[in-house]
């Protein structure tokens, strides 16, 4: 089986169990991404589009990956430690249900027999299968929600999708579930529309460092979201304001 959870420590050593798809999220935005914005800041406005177009692009490719990622080893770690099939998610024991149903083979249904339940139901979400569950929808809401759903048994990511006023030190207001897919549905919108040429006059530097601050919100709120389904216990390893830029607007 593969290995999905990866340990890791923070300032002061206490272990701390984080995934691999929010440690290499992190690390893209803060190494790539990042430094992107502060070249931007520094120019004028007109000059600064295509790089914020290019900001903006990287972005959502980099949030798709995390959430597919995600998804992966959400999945994994539920089929490596749940001690009995039937514990897993609902969608994932109806689709290999339907599976072993279709298959003409007479004894496929063996091959859940004892603890290769384990090995069929990995082997049947691989990277090629999940891919397909991943793009059902296009990118946005609806698409996390489904993939998710399917692959952890979680009705709707986006129902983790908020937060308060200052509960995030790069987060500056208050944020409802239904304001979070607004943003997010928007943002989604944006690489489709940049690579038709598209005008977006409202893509200014302090919009795109918004789309970052809430992009990363979101992947904190995801995590929670898988980690409570895992058991694992929650950290602030995501919400450490040294990993984020400072988006107080410029005079």
Known sequence: MKSTITEVEDME???????????????????????????????????ATPLLKSITVLLCSYWKAFCFNLGQEAFYQLVDTLPSATQLP?????????????????????????KQWRDH???HFNYDASNQIFNTYPPGTRQLNHYFQQLTGIEQISDF????????????????????????EQLM?????????????????????DYYAHTLGLA???????????????????????STPDFTHRD
């Not at 609902?90 to 004892?114: M, Q």
């Not at 999708?161 to 200052?166: A, F, G, L, M, N």
């Not at 919108?189 to 795109?208: C, F, G, K, R, T």
């Not at 389904?229 to 919400?239: A, H, K, M, Y």
């Open 13 to 47: 050593n206490e272990a701390l169990f984080c995934p691999v798809a929010t440690t290499t999220f992190i690390k893209n935005i803060s190494d790539d991404i990042y430094p992107l914005l502060e070249l931007a800041s520094n120019e004028p406005d007109a000059t």
């Open 90 to 114: 609902l969608p994932i024991k109806k689709t290999v249900a339907l599976d072993i149903l279709n298959n003409k083979d007479e004894l496929a249904v063996w091959s859940l027999a004892d």
């Open 121 to 123: 139901v990995a082997n």
């Open 161 to 184: 999708w908020h937060w308060e006023k200052d509960e995030y030190p790069f987060l500056h207001s208050a944020c409802s579930v239904a304001q979070a897919c607004e943003v997010h």
């Open 189 to 209: 919108l944006l690489p489709e529309e940049i690579s038709n040429q598209q005008n977006i006059s409202d893509l200014s530097y302090h919009a795109v460092c």
């Open 220 to 242: 904190i709120k995801t995590q929670t979201a898988i980690k409570a389904l895992l058991g694992v216990n929650e950290t602030d390893n995501l919400s450490d304001s040294s």
